[in-house]
């Protein structure tokens, strides 16, 4: 309820968001062997995110009926969660479990110029339930254009947290799309802290191109159907070590799907275990990823877009 105030809800809206994450947690204690809900207030709309590693929906079309339960239970969880939120999806897989995402209010890249059809979202977690994030992303448009920011801070806790805020506000306070000019206006943003690894990736769709620069450990990779290109970073340290900055330009296809993560995933992340992922909403996306691959001693930051 605070969170919902925060970003200013109506009462309506809080009070479904209070239903929504009633039945979510609820369905976590029931069947999750382990489960997390994670709940995110941004602006005008509240996302929430309930991952966990149950048995998972053999049938996920009957699970969302009214009147349907595996539990004893009333069975209207899932289809009243759909009813209230904005924005809904679900992925399940058997054996490996499920990811539920409702969004309350209003969101998205919506435009004149046709970026409607771009999505994001994005997961983050530190390495300790107590500790703040010491990795950080965010999406701005600028025009047609999406500038998708990743960035690691050094080390964990409070002084990576200021590190890669600072790298996000800096790319949020600049006017210019130039992957090579925002890594310098954060390179310079940086000084002050410990510094940290970092990447920007910006997508032009209407003409399907995609520049991007990175310094350090953030690993991105654009995905087409089945075929996957890994983008190019540098080596360095945003805020100190930096020899060299440079573009590299790729393309982007109507349903690619971009990925980009801090070295809290391993590189060896893939979709092979987890059919449909791919065309899901881009939260549920890089909140199952988060699940299945990351390195625990680490915080982890994933953003898709």
């Known amino acids: 309820a605070s969170i919902a105030g925060t970003v200013g809800l109506s009462e309506t809206l809080a009070g479904a968001a209070a239903i929504i994450i009633n039945e979510l947690t609820t369905n976590l204690l029931k069947h999750a062997k382990e489960g ?3 709940i995110r207030g941004n602006e005008d709309h509240l996302d929430l ?5 149950g048995p998972g929906l053999r049938d996920v079309g009957a699970c969302m009926r009214d009147g349907y339960s595996s539990a004893g239970t009333a069975g209207n969880g899932l289809g009243a969660v759909r009813r209230l939120a904005s924005r809904f999806d679900i992925h399940s897989t058997p054996g490996r479990g499920t990811a539920v995402f409702a969004s309350l209010g209003t969101n998205g890249h919506a435009d004149a110029n046709g970026a409607s059809a771009m999505r994001a979202g994005a997961f983050w977690q530190p390495m300790h339930a107590d500790d703040l994030c010491g990795d950080a992303c965010a999406v701005f448009q600028r025009g047609e254009e999406l500038v998708c920011v990743v960035a690691d801070g050094l080390g964990h806790g409070v002084e990576a947290a200021e590190a890669s805020r600072a790298a996000v ?3 949020g306070a600049a006017t210019t799309t130039d992957p090579v000019r925002l890594l310098e206006r954060m390179h310079a943003a940086l000084r002050p802290t410990r510094g940290a690894a970092v990447a920007v990736t910006v997508i032009r ?8 620069a990175g310094v350090g450990n953030i690993a991105a ?3 087409f159907e089945e075929e996957s290109k890994s983008l190019v970073s540098l080596a360095g340290i945003v805020g100190h070590q930096v ?3 440079q573009e590299f330009r790729y393309d982007w296809r109507p349903g690619s799907l971009l990925v980009m993560h801090s070295d809290g995933l391993t590189s060896r992340w893939n979709m092979d275990q987890e059919p449909g992922l791919a065309s899901k909403e881009p939260a549920i996306v890089a909140a199952v990823l988060a699940r299945d691959f990351a390195r625990e001693r680490d915080d982890r930051c994933v953003l898709t877009v």
Do not use: E, N
């Not at 995110?49 to 590693?53: F, G, K, M, S």
């Open 36 to 38: 997390m809900l994670f």
């Open 49 to 53: 995110v309930a991952i966990d590693r």
């Open 169 to 171: 506000m800096a790319v």
């Open 205 to 212: 769709p209407g003409t399907g191109a995609v520049r991007f």
């Open 221 to 223: 990779s654009i995905r």
């Open 243 to 245: 020899r060299s900055i």
